[in-house]
C-alpha cells in the first residue's frame, strides 16, 4: 500500500490510537545515561551518536504501541554532520520498528529550492531508501509554489506532507491570525486545494495539516474546514492541552469520531518523563513507559467517550 | 570586530560593492566537470564531493571580489549527512576567503526548537567554530517567540538574522500579501523592534529583511519603513530583476545612496553562467568569472549613477 494517508491510517487502525511520540532529544533534558551528549569537550561524533542512542530506545518502547514517530530536525542539525547521520540512522530504526515517520523539518522555500528538500526528504538520490522519511511538515510561508514540488513527489512515492496551519507556539498568534479572514484560514482553504488529487481509498489526503491542540477553540472549524485532511496537532502534555482539548479534531461532520482524523503529538512528556514528579526515582525507560501508556489511555478514553 | 551588520557594512566597503552569490548547487546544472553529483550509482559520499568541489571554485572566483556568500542549505541536505559534511566544508572554505556566510536555511520553528537551530548555525557546541555561519535566514511564521533565540545568540557571537518580509518568488503573494495593512508589512515593523537592540556602529542592524528585488515598487516602502535593516536582495538575474530595480533598496530618507544598505544576490546567473547563450563555448570558470564582474559592473554603475 503505497499511499501515505492511507497507510496511516491502517496504522492508527492497527494500534487503536493516534499517538505520536516527537522524538526531540534536547542535549540538556536527557537522561543522565546519554550525558554524554552535553560533554563539550566530548569528540562530536561520540555526542551525536548518544542522541541518536537515545531516539533509539524510545523507538524501541513505541514498537507495536503507536503508530507513528516524529523526529526534530534541529537537535540533529545541532551535531552538523554527525547529527544528520544520526537523523538518518533514526529514521531507519524507525522504519524497521514498523513506525512511520514524520520528519519534522518545516522546511519552505521557492520551487527549484522545494523540490530539492522534497528530493531529500522524500524521494531520495538513490541509495538512501531506508533514511526517507514518510511525510514531512512544511511552513506555507513562500506560498504554492513552494509547495507544489512536494505534491508531485507525494504521487511518486506514496508520501505525504503537514503544512503549518496554526502552531501550537504562543508567537502563533502573531502573524497566523493576521487579517480577515485569518492567514490561517486562508492556509487552511489552500491545505483543501492541494490535498484534492491525493485523497487515497482511505477517504483521507495526503496533505495533512498542523493544528495546535492549546487552540481547542479553533480545532471544529478546522476540522470542518479541511474534512479530508488528516490534522497533526502539538501541544497535548508539556504544552498544557489535555485530552478533552482535541475531541473535535477527529469529529466527522456526521457526529461520528474518526480515529484517524489526527495524530496527537507528545514530545517531552514522554522522552523527558524521569523529569516529572510523577515518576521521581523511576529509571527513565519505566517512567516514558509509564507516561507513553498514560498517554494512550487517556486519548482513547477521551475519544472512546466521545465516539458513541 | 564582533557585529555582524558593522563587519558586513566594512566588508561591502572593502569590496566596494554589494554583491552576494548564492552557493545553491544544483546537480542538474552543474558543469560537466562535476558530473559525478548526478550520477545515482556513484557513492553519496562521493557525489557529495562534487557539490562541495564545485562550491569551493567558485568561492575562488569570489574572493576578493565580494564582501559575501548565501550557500543554500537544501542542495547540501540532498545528500544527508555527506552532504552536511560538504556544506561545513564550503562554509569554511569561504571564511577563509575572508568572505561572509549567510547561511539560507530559512527555519523557522517554536522557541526551544528555534533555540536549537540558533546553536547549530550561530553558536556552535564546540570544535566547529569553523563551520558556523556569520547570520542565517529565518522564516518569521511561527510568530516571535521563534526569532527570539537567534537575537540572544546574535548577542552573544557577533552573528546576524536576515528575516523573510517578501519573498522573489511568485507565489510569495499568496500569504504575504494577505490582509490590510499586509502582512509583510507587518513583519516589517517587528523585523524592526526585533533589531533595536542589534544596531552598530555603523548604524545598521544586525536582524536584516529579505525583500525580493522582484518586487521593485514595493522596496522604496520597505526601506522606508526599515531604515537601519540591511536588505537582501534575492531575484536579481536569473528571476528577473535588473540592477535598476534595486536602487531603492539603497536610498536613505535624505535621498543619499548607502552600499551597505542591502546584498544583491544572484546565484544562477553567476555559477551557471556556461549555460548561458552570451558565454556560449567559454569554459564554466572563465563564463562564471565574466558573469560575476559583469554584476559588480551593472550594480556600482547603476548605484554610483544615483549616488551624487
Redesign the interface.
Known amino acids: 500500500m503505497k499511499h501515505f494517508a492511507d497507510r496511516l491510517a491502517a496504522a492508527i487502525e492497527r494500534c487503536a490510537n493516534p499517538c505520536l511520540i516527537g522524538l526531540?532529544p534536547?542535549i540538556d533534558l536527557l537522561p543522565d545515561e546519554f550525558a554524554l551528549a552535553r560533554d563539550?569537550?566530548a569528540p562530536?561524533a561520540a555526542?551525536a551518536r548518544a542522541i541518536g542512542d537515545f531516539c533509539c530506545d524510545v523507538i524501541a518502547l513505541c514498537r507495536g504501541r503507536v503508530p507513528a514517530v516524529k523526529p526534530?530536525s534541529?537537535?540533529f542539525?545541532?551535531?552538523?554532520?554527525?547529527?544528520?547521520?544520526q537523523?538518518?540512522r533514526v529514521v531507519a530504526a524507525a522504519h524497521a520498528a514498523e513506525l512511520l515517520v514524520i520528519g519534522d523539518v518545516?522546511?519552505?522555500?521557492?520551487?527549484?529550492?522545494?523540490a530539492?528538500?522534497a528530493?531529500?526528504f522524500l524521494e531520495g538520490?538513490?541509495?538512501?531508501a531506508e533514511?526517507l522519511c514518510d511525510a514531512v511538515t512544511l511552513?506555507?510561508?513562500?506560498?504554492?509554489?513552494?509547495i507544489e514540488p512536494f505534491l508531485g513527489a507525494c504521487q511518486r512515492t506514496g508520501t505525504g506532507i503537514y503544512v503549518?496551519v496554526r502552531?501550537?507556539?504562543?508567537?502563533?498568534?502573531?502573524?497566523?491570525r493576521?487579517?480577515?479572514p485569518q492567514?490561517s484560514q486562508?492556509?487552511a482553504e489552500?491545505v483543501v486545494e492541494w490535498g484534492r488529487g491525493l485523497i487515497g481509498e482511505s477517504g483521507w489526503s495526503s496533505v495533512g495539516a498542523v493544528v495546535g491542540a492549546t487552540h481547542a477553540a479553533e480545532l471544529r472549524e478546522f476540522r470542518e474546514s479541511m474534512p479530508n485532511t488528516p490534522l497533526l496537532l502539538p501541544g497535548y502534555g508539556a504544552q498544557g492541552a489535555g485530552a478533552a482539548d482535541i475531541v473535535d479534531a477527529f469529529r466527522s461532520s456526521s457526529g461520528a469520531t474518526q480515529l484517524a482524523g489526527a495524530l496527537v503529538n507528545s514530545s517531552r512528556g514522554v522522552l523527558f518523563a524521569h523529569r516529572d514528579a510523577a515518576h521521581k526515582g523511576k529509571p527513565w525507560r519505566d517512567a516514558s513507559r509509564a507516561a507513553l501508556e498514560h498517554m494512550i489511555a487517556d486519548l482513547t478514553g477521551a475519544l472512546g467517550a466521545t465516539a458513541k
Open positions: 526531540d534536547h563539550r569537550n562530536r555526542r526534530q534541529a537537535f542539525e545541532l551535531f552538523g554532520a554527525d547529527g544528520v547521520a537523523w538518518e518545516k522546511r519552505g522555500d521557492i520551487a527549484s529550492t522545494a530539492a528538500y528530493t531529500a538520490v538513490g541509495g538512501d533514511s511552513s506555507p510561508f513562500l506560498g504554492a509554489d513552494s503549518l502552531t501550537s507556539n504562543k508567537g502563533s498568534a502573531d502573524f497566523q493576521h487579517g480577515a492567514l486562508r492556509i489552500r
